[in-house]
């Protein structure tokens, strides 16, 4: 599969020619980030070649071409300033999109339906939002490497709020729809408080409450209660009842994202420039922007997998921080490099690139780095492993932009910063972090003297496309993806679960790929217990080891689904990584029969986390699944009732789990 998505999205090609191998790809990415620097050039080709660390899409796409963009994620507000504000916006959104950037839009600010301002009255944001949907059917990206693609945000007191949510909803008038977008919520905190005590919630039009759009926290709380009293609510609702709406339209489309504004700007580097209005188009960048500074942000992640490495006498596997921590200090000088040498899509994008040179290095594969060391993603080790490599990343990539100063000087907006006052992430976050593994004492009193090469460092991305190039789960993802193709033969499922499995269909632009885990395959085979039967009892539990009663519980343990680990698990994890990451994570949750008292439970329980990002996607099992009718019958193990319940399954909807091929990273 990787292979195939390298010829149909990252070789350079002539018509239907391929002339790149994928080694002079990594070699041509390596040339036009450092040029004639032939040491710089070898060092970060060995890395990109032996999958160290991988580049976002953009800059793989691009690097070393006439298409000199190399940047991923670009945040601006939609411009109100103007009748002619909205079409600039666009213009720039267009532009973005074509040449690789995935977009995140704020809309908050736009005229609600029936305000007047300057003598026209406004017809909400539905018609705006139809025009950007509508754009994405006519830009082209990239020469068509990926679709374009926006999320747009709007905080939940705006009196369009409930058009908003049906945008993308199947049900309703399909002339009122915008179904290429995608929509996010920025949420205050006291919406959720409101929800959590039953009391009522008002929406308001922006042109009445100015305050709403540059406050957050207490003084954002003041302001809502003040205009509330001063009666300029256009409309009072129960907050439950548009929680109920919100929820309703992530069960039946697996969105809104959902990301908290106090949280972002109360632990935001940049929380000294102005107000935070928005994330990307994935949820893990989280930079301010303004009608005139398109904020920008270059990504890479670490491929974890291949820092794990065998003990020479125990012949067990231990995962090497050391070399964790020198890589990820060359990857911080590459992406500023990435910067140096990009062609910035518009004036807004380049000034914020130049005053605040934010970067975002995530990791890939960490659910096969925890296989590979037999610990469950569910346990208690996990969750230290993966708060260890947070921690370790997050020390490199200060220590490294902090040596960068030589070469760049701090960057322009520094001064004022909570990094410039000692303040790292994790002091924002109020857990103060001993000196045990790294020397955070010594580094921030480095920091405080010299100062830093960038604002922001450490975003976890969903690296949708670079893990078809990899091999590895997405992200940080429970059990996702493997690149192994099963073997073709008249026992294999017609149609496996959707990817979120040992076993599916894995949907990419390149076409459909039944994929099977070779680490689960590998472990039985040390265990003897690898059998055609086996494979046929795991397709018949469509993926799951958890009712195969051959196989000992740790395997069971260790290769649980996405569906068969708890949410809470999922976001713990997030939680204890967040003192470490400065911008967000894209954390999607996958509930299997989700309801309303389901998703308000695993809501509030992030919520009350502190998390930057409370939700990217929802993914939730189809309502039915086709029968593996190339199985033998009795493998099935279904009574009478169980097999009549297939029959016809194939008419009746299921929600579509294809991830997104738009994703930057």
């Known amino acids: 599969m990787a292979v195939r998505t390298l010829e149909r999205s990252y070789l350079l090609r002539d018509g239907d020619k391929i002339f790149e191998r994928p080694q002079y ?3 041509r990415v390596a040339i036009g980030i450092h040029g004639p620097k032939l040491m710089p050039v070898l060092e970060t080709y060995d890395l990109l070649s032996k999958m160290y660390y991988t580049h976002a899409s953009p800059t793989l796409f691009h690097a070393g071409t006439t298409c000199g963009q190399l940047s991923s994620c670009f945040l601006l507000p939609l411009d109100t300033t103007s009748p002619q504000g909205t079409h600039a916006t666009l213009s720039e959104c267009a532009t973005i999109s074509r040449e690789g950037g995935g977009i995140g839009l704020s809309v908050t600010q736009h005229p609600a339906l029936g305000e007047t301002r300057k003598r026209r009255q406004s017809h909400g944001i539905t018609p705006v939002l139809q025009l950007f949907d509508a754009s994405l059917a006519i830009t082209e990206q990239s020469e068509n490497k990926r679709p374009g693609a926006i999320a747009v945000y709007l905080e939940p007191w705006h009196l369009d709020i409930v058009s908003f949510l049906d945008m993308r909803r199947n049900r309703g008038n399909d002339a009122k729809k915008g179904r290429r977008l995608f929509y996010a919520l920025w949420i205050p905190d006291i919406f959720m408080q409101r929800v959590r005590s039953g009391e009522t919630w008002s929406l308001f039009s922006p042109g009445d409450v100015p305050d709403l759009l540059t406050t957050f926290g207490e003084r954002f709380n003041k302001a809502y209660n003040m205009y509330e009293k001063n009666a300029k609510a256009r409309r009072e609702i129960p907050a439950r009842t548009l929680w109920k709406s919100i929820l309703e339209c992530q069960i039946e489309t697996g969105g809104p994202f959902m990301l908290y504004k106090d949280a972002v700007n109360a632990k935001s580097n940049q929380q000294h420039l102005g107000i935070i209005t928005h994330s990307n188009l994935c949820t893990e960048i989280v930079q301010y922007s303004t009608a005139h500074e398109t904020a920008t942000c270059n990504l890479a992640s670490l491929v974890l997998p291949s820092y794990v490495t ?35 899509p518009t004036p807004a994008a380049q000034l914020s690139d130049t005053m605040h040179r934010a970067i975002g290095v995530g990791i890939q594969g960490l659910s096969d780095t925890l296989i590979a060391l037999d610990i469950p993603y569910e346990s208690p080790l996990a969750v230290f492993f993966s708060t260890n490599v947070m921690e370790t990343m997050y020390h490199a990539a200060l220590e490294a932009s902090c040596d960068l100063v030589d070469e760049y000087g701090n960057y322009p907006s520094y001064t004022g910063s909570p990094i410039s006052h000692g303040q790292l992430q994790f002091d924002l976050w109020k857990r103060p972090i001993q000196d045990s593994r790294y020397n955070w004492t010594e580094l921030r009193e480095r920091i405080k003297t010299r100062g830093l090469a960038n604002s922001l460092l450490i975003a976890l991305m969903p690296t949708a496309m670079t893990s078809q190039l990899t091999g590895c789960i997405e992200g940080f993802e429970p059990m996702l993806r493997y690149a192994v193709a099963l073997l073709t033969d008249p026992f294999l499922l017609i149609e496996p679960l959707p990817w979120v499995s040992n076993i599916y269909t894995r949907r990419v632009l390149s076409g459909d790929y039944q994929m099977l885990s070779p680490q689960l395959v590998d472990r039985l085979e040390k265990h003897g217990l690898w059998s055609n039967e086996i494979r046929l009892k795991i397709m018949a539990e469509r993926g799951s080891v958890q009712n195969i009663p051959e196989l000992p519980d740790k395997i069971r343990q260790l290769f649980k689904t996405a569906w068969e680990i708890s949410p809470t698990k999922v976001i713990e994890h997030a939680a204890a990584r967040a003192p470490f990451v400065d911008q967000s994570q894209s954390m999607s949750l996958f509930v299997a029969n989700p309801d309303i008292q389901k998703l308000t439970s695993i809501h509030f329980y992030a919520w009350g986390k502190g998390l930057k990002t409370g939700m990217y996607y929802l993914h939730s099992r189809a309502a039915a699944e086709a029968i593996p009718y190339t199985i033998p019958i009795n493998m099935l193990k279904r009574n009478e009732d169980q097999r009549d319940r297939y029959k016809g399954a194939e008419e009746r909807p299921k929600q579509d789990l294809i991830n997104c091929d738009a994703c930057t990273a």
Request: hydrophobic share 40%; proline share 0%.
């Open 25 to 27: 790809m990594f070699l």
């Open 310 to 344: 065998k003990e020479k006498f125990l012949q067990t596997n231990k995962f090497d921080f050391d070399e964790l921590h020198r890589v990820t200090k060359i990857v911080v000088k590459n992406l500023n490099r990435v910067m140096d040498v990009t062609t910035h």
